[in-house]
């Protein structure tokens, strides 16, 4: 992946991701030998849009590497508020790195950014659109834990219209597993037509709004948060918010070796009460991100 960008995954192949499997658990077994793969670079992490996880993941990848930051975690401190164009602000970052991470609200910016530049650059998220690395750790989380990915059920719930999280899954599960999808979500937020046309046209999928009567049959279920930001009405969004809640209740019918992931940040979709039951395997998801973010990142700009 020596100096590829990462934007839709479109260039991520089957191998591709099991080279990154094999890298993040070297780097998990023995993060220090690592601690030199990045000396004299620096990556500029550029963020137009809010983010804990993400940024902090990539950031300390990096620092755990041994190269180091600049960074934008606020849309208004850029030029971009002055009127700059993304790719005029892209460009003139790129002089100073050898790695863009970026996020933005708009879909498609990843695309527009990296034409514009000659190093390499992540998509951290654009808009509703994809979110490459949530995928590859959501990946890593499912065979860490399922040690394996093939041949699951998984259960998709929530927003899955705005998620991009849910839509990146859903590409390359479908590119590279053979999985079955349960997808539940109200009927306002079901998933979009260009996914279901672009990836599930062979896959064995169920649509459903009932994540009780459904729950039993899973291997992964894999929640996620109404995306209030993405809404254009308050009201809309204050309807469908609490549709879902996962609690000791929801979890009594389903499987001993259910795992139960989240892209996070959560709202109200998952009880805290189950935040201990062995099944939560979310903050454990946050933890291999950043294996797989330091591995990412060691292919690309990486002296290995
Ligand atoms: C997700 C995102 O930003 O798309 N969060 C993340 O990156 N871990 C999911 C979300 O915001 O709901």
């Known amino acids: 992946m020596k100096n590829k960008s990462i934007i839709t995954l479109d260039n991520v192949s089957r191998d591709n991701l099991n080279e990154l499997f094999n890298l993040a658990d ?19 992490s550029l963020f137009f849009e809010p983010s804990t996880r993400t940024r902090f993941s990539f950031e300390s990848a990096v620092f755990k590497l041994g190269g180091n930051v600049i960074s934008l975690a606020d849309a208004k401190s850029s030029s971009a508020s002055k009127g700059e164009s993304l790719s005029d ?68 719930c929530g927003d ?55 729950i039993k049959d899973l291997d992964v279920l894999y929640m996620t948060r109404v995306q209030k930001e993405r809404f254009f009405s308050e009201d809309e969004y204050i309807k469908l918010k609490d549709k879902y809640i996962l609690n000791n209740k929801s979890l009594k019918v389903a499987k001993e070796d259910l795992i139960i992931m989240h892209p996070l940040p959560r709202n109200n979709e998952i009880a805290k009460e189950i935040d201990n039951d062995k099944r939560a395997v979310y903050f454990k998801q946050v933890k291999y991100g950043l294996y797989i973010r330091m591995a990412l990142i060691s292919l690309i700009i990486g002296d290995l």
Do not use: C
């Open 26 to 44: 070297k780097i998990s077994e023995n993060e220090i030998k690592y601690n030199n793969v990045l000396k004299n670079k620096v990556v500029a």
């Open 89 to 156: 602000t892209v460009k003139t970052v790129s002089m100073y790195s050898d790695l863009i991470v970026m996020r933005h609200n708009k879909d498609g910016s990843a695309l527009v950014a990296d034409n514009s530049i000659d190093i390499p650059l992540i998509n951290a998220g654009d808009g509703a659109h994809y979110h490459p690395t949530q995928t590859m750790l959501d990946l890593y989380t499912i065979y860490k834990e399922k040690k394996t990915i093939n041949n699951l059920t998984i259960g998709v």
């Open 160 to 214: 899955l219209k705005f998620g991009r999280t849910v839509h990146t899954l859903v590409k390359m599960l479908s590119k590279h597993y053979n999985v079955n999808f349960v997808f539940i979500s109200p009927d306002k937020l079901k998933i979009p037509d260009y996914v279901k046309k672009k990836y599930l046209t062979n896959m064995n999928y169920k649509e459903t709004s009932n994540l009780e009567d459904n």
